[in-house]
């Protein structure tokens, strides 16, 4: 609580001063906090590798869970239109192996037909950590995530977004169940130079913040993740640079450690 008064006062001018961003540097929780997060180390250390290291490790949605899916929810939803398509997208993308189908294309050979029907949450706990989403209004200063992408360049890079929901859903019954967020990404800036132009340099880029645009990205099946690929929450902030709107994407610590 101390540190969150911090962080906030301080955000109040921001961005006045490294010194300021250097309050969001990654630290060890202490009294409570330390023992909620130190239940099941060790899965919890694999579900941090999977958001992490996302060029040695995969994650799918149906890998352990150290959480819960939280109110408010709605069982049994049908997930129609564009929504649908990109869960399928997802999981061709995720599942390179299988070739997943909608029910108008179930004549094609040796395919899997997706289940439009799902349980939709509006918010997500890991650790002693609450995510919210878009469609959760008293929760949505805690929608807004990082998550890493390789690029076609093999680099990786941190991207953005909003939470809009969280799912659990099974391509069928007899299938396991997945763990999913919908996200929409943030549009990147033309350049580096304004990308990183309130970025300490002495300080590690994980915990540096950033320019974006306002604006999203179009939608594509990359909006459906698994949850372990969520990297971090992050604080948005209104910017304005030579007369451009932009938010600055400042990283907040994952309430997680050894």
């Known amino acids: 609580?101390?540190?969150?008064?911090?962080?906030?006062?301080?955000?109040?001018?921001?961005?006045?001063?490294?010194?300021?961003?250097?309050?969001?540097?990654?630290?060890r929780s202490v009294g409570g906090l330390a023992a909620a997060d130190a239940y099941e180390t060790e899965e919890l250390r694999h579900f941090l590798e999977l958001s992490e290291d996302v060029q040695r490790t995969s994650a799918t949605g149906i890998e352990p869970f150290p959480g819960e899916l939280l109110n408010p929810a709605w069982a049994n939803v049908r997930i129609e239109g564009q929504y649908y398509e990109h869960l399928v997208a997802y999981y061709n993308a995720a599942y390179e192996l299988r070739d997943f189908v909608g029910p108008f294309d179930s004549q094609k050979w040796n395919?899997?037909?997706?289940?439009?029907?799902?349980?939709?949450?509006?918010?997500?706990?890991?650790?002693?950590?609450?995510?919210?989403?878009?469609?959760?209004?008293?929760?949505?200063?805690?929608?807004?995530?990082?998550?890493k992408w390789i690029q076609r360049n093999d680099e990786v890079d941190v991207w953005p977004g909003q939470v809009q929901f969280f799912l659990s859903h099974k391509v069928s019954?007899?299938?396991p169940e997945h763990i999913l967020a919908y996200v929409r990404w943030y549009t990147?800036?033309?350049?580096?130079?304004?990308?990183?132009?309130?970025?300490?340099?002495?300080?590690?880029?994980?915990?540096?913040?950033?320019?974006?645009?306002?604006?999203?990205?179009?939608?594509t099946g990359h909006c459906f993740i698994p949850v372990h690929r969520i990297l971090c929450r992050f604080v948005r902030l209104e910017y304005l640079h030579k007369r451009t709107e932009f938010i600055a994407v400042v990283p907040l610590n994952r309430r997680i450690n050894f």
């Open 111 to 147: 395919t899997t037909i997706v289940s439009s029907w799902a349980n939709q949450f509006g918010r997500l706990r890991i650790g002693s950590e609450i995510f919210g989403s878009a469609i959760s209004p008293r929760h949505r200063k805690n929608s807004f995530v990082l998550a």
């Open 188 to 219: 990147p800036v033309r350049n580096a130079d304004i990308r990183f132009r309130i970025s300490p340099e002495d300080m590690h880029t994980r915990c540096a913040a950033e320019l974006w645009n306002r604006d999203f990205m179009p939608d």
């Open 1 to 27: 609580m101390q540190q969150s008064a911090e962080v906030n006062s301080h955000l109040y001018n921001f961005p006045s001063s490294a010194e300021s961003l250097a309050l969001l540097v990654r630290k």
């Open 173 to 175: 019954t007899a299938e």
